[in-house]
């Protein structure tokens, strides 16, 4: 199930610049952390 969660949430995934810290973790970390928020986000997907 964590895998799923991992794959297909984007505050579980990994930042892609550092594949460490998970995005939820990133945003928390930052000095601007209230501030902060998701309005939207796109999914993109090579091949079929």
Same mark, same amino acid.
């Given at each position: 199930? #964590? $895998? ?5 949430? @984007? ?7 550092? #594949? $460490? ?5 990133? @945003? ?15 999914? @993109?997907q090579?091949?079929?």
């Open positions: 199930m #964590n $895998k799923f969660y991992k794959e297909n949430c @984007l505050l579980q995934q990994v930042f892609v610049k550092d #594949n $460490k810290t998970p995005i939820d973790k990133l @945003l928390a970390s930052s000095p601007a952390a209230s501030n902060l928020r998701i309005v939207s986000f796109h999914r @993109l090579l091949g079929q």
